[in-house]
């Protein structure tokens, strides 16, 4: 599976991104979609997951505030991200889970003061 992902961008605090991710070639044995994030020195963490029957499980701290969904299509992904703050400076990538995990290319998200 190869993922794409879009949407990342500049915002001052307390605005809204919203990041996609695409998926293709296998799309159909795709499970789990995800959005990680890393900050330069740290370790990448998880922002949110959906599984392909619409459950999702999110980070304390982006609950209340980023929304994870499922496109129309099978191998869609968004990230809806609202109220942002200067530490959700990152870089986002997504996951698509078949048998294994795969990882988009990432997309940088600068949230200044």
């Known amino acids: 599976v190869q993922l794409q992902a879009s949407g990342g961008g500049s915002v001052q605090a307390g605005g809204s991104l919203r990041l996609s991710c695409v998926a293709s070639?296998?799309?159909?044995?795709?499970?789990?979609m995800g959005w990680y994030r890393q900050v330069p020195g740290k370790q990448r963490e998880l922002v949110a997951i959906?599984?392909?029957?619409?459950?999702?499980n999110y980070a304390d701290s982006v609950k209340g505030r980023f929304i994870i969904s499922r496109g129309g299509a099978k191998g869609t992904v968004r990230l809806q991200m609202n109220s942002l703050r200067p530490d959700d400076t990152a870089v986002y990538y997504c996951?698509?889970?078949?048998?294994?995990?795969?990882w988009g290319q990432g997309t940088l998200v600068t949230v200044s003061s």
């Open positions: 996951t698509a889970t078949t048998w294994r995990v795969s």
């Open positions: 070639g296998g799309i159909y044995n795709i499970n789990d």
């Open positions: 959906i599984t392909d029957t619409g459950s999702t």
